[in-house]
């Protein structure tokens, strides 16, 4: 089980404007994941497609329509790389919004050059305005992107979900539980977890949710259910990253 704490993974105090410096930090973030066995055992470090990245990003910029997010560039690059380096097949999205955080973690599979070879890239939001306007979003991006996107509750978009999920991303949110749905959520796609899989948890840091997540971040240091777990401290909200 590898635990990654702040003084082991943490973004700079504040969070460069340069471009090629967030790269840089990317890639030794992704190149830390990969020593420690998150892309496979002996797996060597996946470079970062930098260039892919920042095509995408221009064209995001130009088409997505985003009313507030907390996606920071630095977040947006990790997603990104995430998924180059992972290689999902099916990739899943819990508590899409907008779709601001799905574009990135779907990106490397998006036409017309994917990095990725997908069957399904899926995600749902409860939010009938919000998947309006993340369908919206992928369609002004690239028509024939076969994204598909519901308006659903996560559980019941769990439940109904019939491929084995190789990458899963939780971003649930509500009034009433906050990100306390973490837990329950996981614990309900376990057996729909592809073996390899990485489950990404977002906000996991934020001083906010920080007693919402920490029963998940208890469950993912289980040793005889997750093979390792590290909690990136990559800006204010963070990320776990979480090998199945």
Known sequence: MTDWGASELTAPAQEPANAAEL???TADVLARLAAAGFFGDGAASPAFPADRFAALDERVRATFAVPHTTMTPLARRLLFGLAAAHQPAVSVVLGTFVGYAAVWLFGPALPPEPLVTARL???CDIFDAAIDQARANFAALQPEH???LEVADAYEFVDRFAEPIDLLY???DSAEHGKRDYLGLLRRAQDRLA???LVLAHDVTHPYYLDDVAPYQEAVRDKARFRRTATL???PCGLEVTLV
């Open 170 to 172: 939780l971003d649930v």
């Open 23 to 25: 790269d840089g930090i």
């Open 146 to 148: 076969g994204v598909r």
């Open 195 to 197: 073996p390899g899989a």
């Open 233 to 235: 401290h990559i800006d």
């Open 121 to 123: 890239l899926a995600g």
